[in-house]
């Protein structure tokens, strides 16, 4: 499996961005997918995950301003990330649950991209 993620960048606080990640490669199936921020000196942390039947959690700092969503014909997630705040500041990492062709249950981690939110 490999994993592609855009849409990072800098921008002022109270702004949006939409970050994307693609999902690519032999597989037999692709469960929950999400997105995890790890800012500097911190742990990673999850900020929303979507699950193949279009089930969404979001972390609790998140809620009411970020907006997980799937494309499951594209293998595709998105992450539409609004009212962004200075603490939002932090490299974004995607993660994908999936079952290879012998069944056995992976999870498989992008290379993250950054995100800087402005004062």
């Given amino acids: ?17 939409r970050l994307s990640c693609a999902a690519s490669g032999s597989f037999y199936s692709i469960n929950d997918m999400g997105w995890y921020r ?5 742990r990673r942390e999850l900020v929303a995950v ?3 039947g279009g089930t969404t ?13 799937r494309d499951n014909a594209k293998n ?9 705040k200075v603490e939002d500041t932090a490299v974004y990492y995607c993660n994908v649950q999936y079952r ?3 069944l056995n ?12 939110v402005s004062s």
Avoid at 2 to 9: I, R
Avoid at 38 to 42: D, I, L, S, V
Wanted: hydrophobic residues 30%; charged residues 10%; aromatic residues 8%.
């Fill in 50 to 52: 979507i699950t193949g």
């Fill in 76 to 84: 595709t997630i998105y992450l539409q990330m609004n009212s962004l």
């Fill in 105 to 116: 249950l992976e999870t498989y981690w992008g290379q993250g991209t950054q995100v800087t």
């Fill in 1 to 17: 499996v490999q994993l592609q993620a855009s849409g990072g960048g800098l921008v002022q606080a109270g702004g949006s961005l």
């Fill in 100 to 102: 290879t062709r012998m």
């Fill in 57 to 69: 959690n979001y972390d609790n700092s998140v809620k009411g301003r970020f907006t997980i969503s």
């Fill in 38 to 42: 790890q800012a500097p000196g911190e």
